[in-house]
């Protein structure tokens, strides 16, 4: 995989060859020799510039460099440049824009109007040189131009990644690195821009808008694009079933199993009937309720229903829908559960289940049934032992593999908290633990059931900064719970409001002036702002915890799944959650530390890779360049979470690929262990394979990661 460093003499020679081949026009662009080239950094990244060497010091989202510039770069065809990854654990997960304006450009969501966008990544002390070739002509423009609800398009498929893009007016190129830690080196160097003749557009992008559309066939598939294990009739699906039934007769999964999915062949501990958490030999494990040492090898959202994708104003998107009243037309009605409330507040009117659809055809009229007696024999054969939250309740419930599962608190939300999905619900607010009961109750028989290993509580909130949620309670509404509670012990600290006047700098009138501000209060208030936020916080997971065990003194509270953390938040959900849990999409977990050096068992609730040679247009939050390259990641993965003495799980996401035309909200990312027509992706199935027979030996006998 690594490059060595590449000398600069061939690399002159190399630039001198370019020139010649399309003409003398037009100079090699060395970036960094052009004086009114400005360098800066991207987010809060350090830079540290000698000659055309970049050194970059990350520390946050995006951490990278921008060079600016008017540049017109007709004639030019692609930019080159070398990056070195310094450190030698984590990689580089990178992305490059080209774009028409200086505003920061989404790396997840794919191109931007008027932006080129790439992405590619470096591993752990590899030095790599980056070609990134400007799109080929357009020839369609109203084809672009009708795409939408998708985060990447069949354009960027075919390596356009690139929407309205126009050389000759570029502002601003950049190269970031999307994820890692703070404290991570790299270094961009020999950054030059190319002159020549564009690619040829692929024969797909030569076709008209009638040709084109609609691009999706019958099967949920990409119309214009050919590859292994593409379906093209029902009697293909019959097929790739007998198919796989050889493979799983071959593959019946690993002996050394308790009923429970534990180790039989590990140290026997206490049995108390239902799962628990304990540190043996330096390392945290699951225990099983009989007894044995688990460790949680699982996979999100293990339902028929993940091809599910909006239909308005798109109908022309796709090839042959069924009518309503056919025999396929049962699935314009089909739904997920968990997925139901975020396709009605975006108001979606009308969907088309294509997974749910395919599995029919291979399958026949008892579809689901079947679908939930296969999804267990392949998670044994495959070596999982998890079926993890968002999956189909029918199937969890069948009582032949462990699972977890969560629930969502949607009470009244903190006005001005934000939020990924959902606003932060204001936890001094009764509805929020009337809600939480409700939730509760409505899982009665998981959390009594033995199988179930506990629950998550709310996913991805939005903790932000020490102050970020109590500013939103001090602005908030007068009838804000949070707001109230704020106001209550600043009177208990205050006594008067002129103490508080004096002590911030305002000018309030009273204290219903102040329960009545909507606007910022002075920064002198910060002392109190960050003590409120702490209490908010511990008001959360305390409300919480309190409740849980009240319905559930059996299951492991597993924490809220966390995208975005401080320290406040660490040290509260360190007290309040048997297991802390996080969303952690990397190349693999060998940084990993938990912030704050609390020493908590670790649930991977959410990680996947993903590459587009197989008909998706957008390789999920972590690309690879192909299913090997994927399956291999995968198996590291899992290998550097086995090894962590915290981590007792990973929890793959997800069971099935998203639609290759989005779902509510345009994700369309190629990160299925099987396909939309129910197809295993074999290649990283033998990988999981590879790390899951034998999991349970490499996490008690390797070596701790230190």
């Known amino acids: 995989m690594g490059m060595p460093h590449i000398n600069k003499v061939i690399m002159m020679v190399c630039m001198a060859s370019a020139v010649s081949a399309v003409g003398a026009q037009l100079p090699v662009l060395r970036i960094t020799d052009n004086p009114e080239v400005k360098i800066m950094p991207n987010s809060t990244s350090e830079l540290k510039v000698s000659n055309d060497r970049i050194e970059v010091t990350t520390n946050g989202w995006a951490s990278g460099i921008i060079f600016e510039n008017d540049w017109n770069l007709t004639g030019y065809n692609r930019v080159r440049f070398n990056v070195e990854n310094l450190d030698s654990v984590q990689y580089l997960q990178m992305t490059f824009h080209m774009q028409d304006k200086k505003k920061y450009v ?61 050389p000759s007016n570029v502002k601003a190129i950049k190269v970031l690195a999307r994820r890692h830690t703070a404290g991570v080196h790299y270094v961009i160097s020999d950054f030059i821009i190319l002159p020549g003749k564009v690619k040829e557009p692929e024969p797909m992008m030569k076709l008209g808008k009638n040709e084109f559309f609609p691009f999706i066939d019958s099967f949920g598939q990409f119309k214009h694009k050919e590859w292994q294990g593409k379906i093209h009739c029902d009697n293909d699906l019959k097929k790739a ?49 009989e007894g044995y040492l688990f460790w949680s090898h699982g996979v999100v959202r293990v339902t028929p229903s993940s091809g599910i994708t909006p239909l308005d104003n798109r109908r022309h998107y796709f090839e042959s829908l069924p009518k309503e009243n056919s025999e396929l037309g049962q699935f314009y ?49 495959w070596g999982l032992n998890t079926i993890a939250n968002s999956s189909d309740r029918s199937i969890y419930m069948m009582d032949q593999t462990p699972y977890v599962e969560r629930i969502e608190i949607h009470s009244k939300p903190l006005e001005g908290a934000g939020g990924a999905w959902w606003h932060f619900m204001d936890p001094f607010d009764p509805s929020f633990e009337a809600t939480e009961r409700e939730r509760l109750e ?77 606007d910022t209060v002075p920064a002198a208030a910060r002392e109190d ?27 492991l509270y597993l924490g809220c799944r966390f995208a975005g953390w401080n320290i406040d938040v660490l040290s ?24 704050g050096g609390f020493d908590k068992p670790v649930m991977i609730g959410e990680f996947h890779f993903g590459a587009t040679d197989r008909g998706l247009f957008h390789p999920g939050q972590v690309h690879t360049n192909n299913q090997k390259d994927r399956a291999r990641s995968y198996y590291d993965y899992v290998h550097s979470a086995l090894i962590h003495p915290n981590i007792i799980g990973t929890h793959w996401h997800q069971f099935s690929d998203q639609m290759s035309s989005g779902r509510f909200d345009g994700e369309n990312f190629q990160v299925g262990l099987t396909d939309v027509c129910d197809t295993p992706y074999y290649d990283t199935i033998e990988k999981i394979r590879d790390i899951g027979y034998g999991m349970y030996e490499t996490r008690y006998n390797d070596k701790l990661l230190k």
């Open 106 to 166: 989404s790396p997840i969501k794919g191109a931007a109007p008027g932006t080129l966008t790439d992405n590619f990544y470096v591993a752990p002390r590899e030095t790599r040189q980056v070609e990134i070739w400007f799109p080929a002509e357009i020839l369609y423009p109203d084809v672009d131009a009708a795409f939408g609800g998708m985060h990447v398009s069949p354009y960027a498929y075919a390596g356009h990644y690139a929407y309205r893009f126009n």
């Open 241 to 289: 079933l007998k198919a796989e039934e050889k493979d799983l007769a071959n593959h019946p999964g690993p002996k050394d199993r308790s009923r429970f999915g534990g180790w039989l062949n590990g140290p026997r501990l206490q049995a108390t009937g239902h799962y628990r958490v304990e540190k043996v030999n330096g390392k945290w494990w699951l225990v099983d309720p």
């Open 333 to 381: 009605f089909t739904y997920d559960t968990l997925m139901k409330p975020y396709y009605e507040v975006r108001n979606i009117d009308t969907t088309y289940d294509y997974s749910c659809a395919n599995i029919y055809r291979k399958y026949g009229s008892d579809f689901r049934k079947k679908f939930a007696e296969m999804s267990h024999r392949r998670l044994k054969s």
């Open 442 to 518: 409505a899982k009665r028989k998981e959390i009594e059931d033995p199988w179930c290993i506990g629950l998550f509580v709310d996913n991805e909130i939005n903790w932000g900064t020490p102050e970020t949620l109590a500013t939103a309670a001090i602005t908030a509404p007068a009838t804000q719970a949070a707001k109230i509670e704020m106001i209550n012990d600043l009177k208990k600290k205050y006594i008067s409001i002129e103490n508080l006047n004096e002590k911030w700098g305002s000018r309030f009138d009273s204290w219903d002036a102040l329960l009545a501000n909507r």
């Open 529 to 555: 702002i960050e003590t409120f936020n702490r209490r908010l916080i511990e008001e959360y997971f305390s409300t919480v915890r309190r409740v849980f065990k009240e319905y559930a003194p059996n299951k």
């Open 572 to 595: 509260a959900a360190s007290r309040y959650c048997d297991v802390i849990s996080y969303n952690l999409y990397y190349h693999n977990l060998n940084w990993f530390k938990i912030p």
